[in-house]
């Protein structure tokens, strides 16, 4: 068996066509999507992803306004820029980049952001309403992925999901969405015994820990969906190419569906932000 690849830049490129739909929409009746990037330091990775968020806001017919802040920046003055952004009725979203400086607090930063225009849905509100069931805004790559999976008409009801990574970022909210399509779901981490055995149960693996190519094809069962968020550079003695945290050429000869990286998950990511900032105007156009 070799899997069938789940391509999210063709997905990402038919779901990016009908928000610019709506956003045209919107635009008719005097209304453009606006999300707000504030970026702070000089990470190279950090400015790369800002970047493809901008060009993919012009892209959809949005607007987007970028602010950068040296790496030593005193927090004040980022926090009266989202302040400021708030209370802007013009803009729909606000997304802080993430990593953060050591000076700054991260959740005190996201926490700043009205629950309103928190398209990256990590506020402690949008948190709770993602625990309850009733989601604001969905974060971003967690919503990517089930979009994808929802593209394949992946079985999810009953189904045994076993994702590996307990962030707020993704591990957490994945299983808050999967739980709530109906799946049976174990959250893996550091500390979890017979962690391989675990994976070999999953009808659908969620890839997420920032450890490269660590699932390897004897973790995996055959015939199941793997869904590899991770991204991890690899070192310049190997390539310094980019990877998963699944062992691509091994496992797609076990999976019956496998995304790649790049090219999988990544796109939707960006893709469900923008989603997230029409939703955003299209409430506020409804007020």
């Given at each position: 068996?070799?899997?069938?690849?789940?391509?999210?830049?063709?997905?990402?490129?038919?779901?990016?066509?009908?928000?610019?739909?709506?956003?045209?929409?919107?635009?008719a009746?005097?209304?453009?999507?606006?999300?707000?990037?504030?970026?702070?330091?000089?990470?190279?990775?950090?400015?790369?992803?800002?970047?493809n968020?901008?060009?993919?806001?012009?892209?959809?017919?949005?607007r987007?306004?970028?602010?950068?802040?040296?790496a030593?920046?005193?927090?004040?003055?980022?926090?009266?820029r989202?302040?400021?952004?708030n209370?802007?009725?013009?803009?729909?979203?606000?997304?802080?980049?993430?990593?953060?400086?050591?000076?700054?607090?991260?959740?005190?930063?996201?926490?700043?952001?009205?629950?309103?225009?928190?398209?990256?849905?990590?506020?402690?509100?949008?948190?709770?309403?993602?625990?309850?069931?009733?989601?604001?805004?969905?974060?971003?790559?967690?919503?990517?992925?089930?979009?994808?999976?929802?593209?394949?008409?992946?079985?999810?009801?009953?189904?045994?999901?076993?994702?590996?990574?307990?962030?707020?970022?993704?591990?957490?909210?994945?299983?808050?969405?999967?739980?709530?399509a109906?799946?049976?779901?174990?959250?893996?981490?550091?500390?979890?015994?017979?962690?391989?055995?675990?994976?070999?149960?999953?009808?659908?693996?969620?890839?997420?820990?920032g450890?490269?190519?660590?699932?390897?094809?004897d973790?995996?069962k055959?015939?199941?969906?793997?869904?590899?968020?991770?991204?991890?550079r690899?070192?310049?003695?190997?390539?310094?190419?980019?990877?998963?945290?699944?062992?691509?050429?091994?496992?797609?000869?076990?999976?019956?569906?496998?995304?790649?990286?790049?090219?999988?998950?990544?796109?939707?990511?960006?893709?469900?932000?923008?989603?997230?900032?029409?939703?955003?105007?299209?409430?506020?156009?409804?007020?």
């Open positions: 068996m070799t899997a069938r690849i789940l391509d999210g830049n063709a997905l990402s490129a038919k779901v990016r066509s009908q928000l610019a739909a709506r956003a045209a929409a919107l635009a009746r005097a209304v453009q999507p606006c999300l707000a990037v504030l970026l702070v330091g000089e990470s190279p990775a950090s400015a790369v992803y800002v970047r968020k901008v060009k993919a806001c012009e892209t959809a017919g949005m987007s306004l970028r602010y950068d802040y040296a030593d920046v005193d927090p004040a003055p980022v926090f009266e989202i302040a400021a952004l209370a802007d009725p013009a803009v729909h979203g606000i997304l802080v980049q993430l990593p953060l400086p050591a000076q700054f607090d991260t959740e005190t930063v996201l926490s700043s952001i009205s629950p309103d225009k928190d398209v990256d849905g990590f506020h402690a509100v949008n948190t709770g309403l993602l625990m309850q069931g009733h989601p604001a805004f969905i974060p971003c790559t967690p919503y990517g992925v089930m979009e994808m999976l929802k593209s394949e008409n992946v079985p999810l009801k009953g189904a045994e999901a076993v994702i590996i990574g307990r962030s707020n970022i993704v591990g957490k909210p994945m299983a808050m969405l999967l739980l709530q109906s799946a049976t779901v174990t959250v893996c981490h550091s500390q979890t015994k017979d962690l391989a055995g675990h994976c070999r149960r999953a009808d659908i693996l969620v890839a997420a820990i450890k490269p190519r660590f699932v390897k094809a973790m995996v055959p015939g199941a969906v793997v869904i590899d968020v991770g991204i991890n690899l070192p310049e003695a190997e390539g310094g190419k980019l990877c998963g945290d699944v062992d691509f050429e091994a496992v797609k000869e076990v999976a019956s569906l496998i995304t790649p990286v790049p090219g999988g998950v990544g796109p939707m990511t960006i893709t469900m932000l923008l989603a997230n900032t029409i939703e955003s105007a299209e409430r506020a156009a409804r007020q």
